[in-house]
């Protein structure tokens, strides 16, 4: 028994720091796999022995085995979440079909984990329920055309109710609005003659412009006329009485003249003998003779006498 006990001491030996080897392994193994990473933008919620413990932040944590279990990762990025259509019915009972977006940022971590159980199904449901009193509320002129205050009411509705839940709604948008096939159809004849009135409108107006603009162009150029034949009226009168004014200026001076010589019979004689020269130059058939023509003629040989007299003086 002694030799068989002896033998069978060093396999024992051997046997349990197998054992110890494999049991330290786990245990390294254990150990080395509780350690997490957080990263940015990231939180991760911990429990210990069944309830909240901590929210880690960005950083090296160690997860004690058995005492401590990682509940949930939340991501504290802004999120989009885009809904299904959801089919809604206005005040005047037309049924349309409306998707929303819906832009949101988780906040508080913990409230998110243990406010309600499927986050994002609560998110729709508010929404398609905000979205149908809305819309009741509004007619289906109202509807296509108020998307902003849509978007305002329902981003201060669901803001307020999922806050509990540690979500902040930052925006909603209204996708789509699908109004019914016959509806769509009227709106685009609507749409079709409204562009059609435009057009004769515009076409209309453009025909009156034209118009305007050359009957104002002709009577600009009435105008431009007369103001120019107004001109030159007015120098040709100018003209024409430079013109008499000179002449009659230079008869004065030539009466003037002949009168300070002395001479004023005789100058109206000679006056009339050149009238009469001029007459018998032209096409007349009878010429009238006056019958003081003799004395015309002594008048006449006195002037010259008198004019030589004058020039021999000077």
Do not use: C
């Not at 024992?12 to 110890?20: C, F, P, Q, R, W």
């Not at 919620?45 to 085995?65: A, C, D, N, Q, S």
């Not at 409108?201 to 009957?215: M, V, Y």
């Not at 015309?296 to 040989?301: E, G, P, R, W």
């Amino acid at each position: 028994m002694s030799f068989l006990s002896n033998l069978l001491a060093p396999v024992a030996m051997s046997t349990v720091g197998i054992v110890l080897l494999i049991i330290g392994a786990i245990l390294l193994i254990v150990f080395a796999s509780s350690w997490r990473l957080v990263t940015q933008t990231k939180k991760v919620i911990v429990e210990r022995l069944g309830g909240y413990y901590k929210t880690w932040g960005v950083g090296l944590h160690f997860l004690w085995p058995i005492l401590d279990r990682q509940v949930k990762t939340v991501s504290l990025k802004e999120q989009v979440k885009d809904f299904d259509p959801q089919p809604v019915i206005t005040r005047d009972n037309v049924t349309m079909q409306i998707d929303t977006v819906v832009f949101f940022a988780i906040t508080d971590p913990k409230a998110y984990t243990y406010g309600t159980e499927n986050p994002m199904m609560a998110i729709e449901n508010i929404s398609a329920t905000t979205l149908r009193n809305i819309i009741g509320d509004l007619d289906l002129d109202q509807t296509l055309t108020s998307r902003d205050l849509i978007n305002t009411k329902m981003r201060l509705i669901l803001d307020e109710a999922t806050d509990p839940w540690g979500i902040k709604v930052n925006r909603v948008e209204v996708k789509n609005i699908v109004p019914p096939k016959d509806i769509r159809d009227s709106m685009e004849k609507q749409m079709r003659a409204e562009r059609e009135k435009r057009q004769t409108i515009l076409i209309a107006e453009g025909d009156k412009r034209s118009k305007i603009l050359e009957a104002e162009g002709e009577a600009e150029a009435v105008l431009l006329r007369a103001e120019a034949y107004k001109q030159q009226t007015i120098l040709k009168a100018e003209g024409d009485a430079s013109a008499i004014f000179k002449i009659k200026e230079a008869e004065a001076l030539g009466i003037k003249l002949i009168k300070d010589a002395g001479a004023d019979q005789a100058v109206l004689t000679l006056k009339s003998l050149e009238a009469l020269a001029l007459v018998a130059n032209g096409q007349a058939t009878k010429i009238v003779v006056p019958t003081n023509i003799t004395d015309i003629a002594s008048t006449v040989l006195m002037a010259a006498e008198i004019a030589k007299e004058g020039k021999v003086t000077k």
